[in-house]
């Protein structure tokens, strides 16, 4: 029998036992962890979850699925489910002070970049470690792309900015209920930022990566040319590292790096410093 679903939500439940375990098991030892888990649903890996870590905070968004939640783990009180939109959530609230949490979920496949920069500030903050997600397959070939091939960009560079990132394994429609049009790949992610270790400030070096990356066909050059950066400037700046017709998507992160500091002695017109 399919389980019903509001469309809405973008809702698909893990039905695939080995799966719910293999998720699960990715996280590795949780006896003194707090786990927060994103979209429940009916508790296919709630329930595993909730004999296994400290503490876990389980975020629902749909009403009806918290309040069955709710009054299923009742008598655990290690368990907390919260009705809330994960975007919303203040994890920082949800976890002991003092301490790091883990993070595991089945990402709407609508709102899952939004979800994963969520997670990547988190990280940044040290409050929380690592995370096993489930996204769209597409989604994440992109997240975990090296530079060189086709589906490397924005959010790869962003995700591996900020966290070693390891594909597990993939599966089919069939694995859920209703079956999504897509296949889902479960990630691992060990939160790890870079920016200390690559000499950039977060904050300039994300807005950084949105303009080398902003068209995708054209080369860097161009790109940052576009925010305001004269040729002149470019030229004077250009480490020797980067090819002068390179594209963004073609680079690793230590040349982009490079790049961002050789730039930050250029003051850009002030109707781009923002864009």
Known sequence: ??????????????????????????????SKRTVIEIGPGHGAITEILASRCRK?????????????????FRDQPQVQIVEVDVLKADFRALIPAGE??????????????????????????????????????????RVSAEPGVRDYGLLSATAQMNAQVDHLFTLP????????????????????????????????????????????????????????????????????????QARAESLALEPMAELYRSLLDIDLPAGNASK
């Open 1 to 30: 029998m399919q389980m019903k679903r509001k469309p809405k939500l973008g809702q698909n439940f893990l039905v695939d036992d080995p799966a719910r375990h293999a998720i699960v098991d990715a996280l590795g030892d949780l």
């Open 56 to 72: 876990l905070v389980a975020l629902e968004l749909d009403r009806g699925l918290a309040a069955e939640l709710t009054f299923r």
């Open 100 to 141: 790091s949490a883990d993070v595991i979920g089945n990402l709407p496949y609508y709102i899952t970049s939004d979800i994963l920069l969520k997670l990547f500030a988190a990280g940044s903050a040290g409050l929380i470690t690592r995370a096993v997600l489930m996204m769209q397959r597409e989604v994440a070939d």
């Open 173 to 244: 429609p069939s694995a859920f209920s209703p079956p999504p049009e897509v296949y889902s790949t479960v990630l691992r992610l060990h939160f790890a930022p870079r920016f200390t270790e690559l000499g950039v400030d977060p904050n300039g070096f994300n807005l950084f990566l949105k303009r080398c990356f902003a068209q995708k066909r054209k080369t860097l050059q161009n790109n940052l040319r576009a925010t305001g950066y004269s040729a002149e400037q470019l030229i004077k700046a250009w480490p020797g590292s980067i090819p002068a």
